[in-house]
Nanobody, 123 residues
Framework: QVQLVESGGGLVQAGDSLRLSCAASGRSFSMFTMGWFRQVPGKEREFVATIRWNSGRTYYADSVKGRFTISRDNAKNTVYLQMNSLKPEDTAVYYC????????????????WGQGTQVTVSS
């Protein structure tokens, strides 16, 4: 059974940092693309960042480029999202996802999802 479990969310002030973790289990993800998305109520799920598990190649949304860093730890089967210089507009539920092939920013092409973790940035 595939599981993606996010952790690390919380309430911070603008300018602070947080690191989200996504622990993956249940199958090999070596040929998968791992992504982070976020969503606020009433809006569509938004692409944040993605990483190819085998190559480590990364992609970022323009809104987070230069502030967020996605990485993975093969030994721990865990993907991270380091978020620096957080802004109130980064407030959302953050989801980890896994997709075969190269789904990149298209959330409909991801196969597995975590339950989400809330990030709230106060001004």
């Amino acid at each position: 059974q595939v599981q993606l479990v996010e952790s690390g969310g919380g309430l911070v002030q603008a300018g602070d940092s947080l690191r989200l973790s996504c622990a993956a289990s249940g199958r090999s993800f070596s040929m998968f693309t791992m992504g982070w998305f976020r969503q606020v109520p009433g809006k569509e799920r938004e692409f944040v960042a993605t990483i190819r598990w085998n190559s480590g190649r990364t992609y970022y949304a323009d809104s987070v480029k230069g502030r967020f860093t996605i990485s993975r730890d093969n030994a721990k089967n865990t993907v991270y999202l380091q978020m620096n210089s957080l802004k109130p507009e980064d407030t959302a539920v953050y989801y980890c996802a896994a997709g075969s092939g190269m789904p990149i920013s298209d959330y409909t092409r991801y196969d597995y999802w975590g339950q989400g973790t809330q990030v709230t940035v106060s001004s």
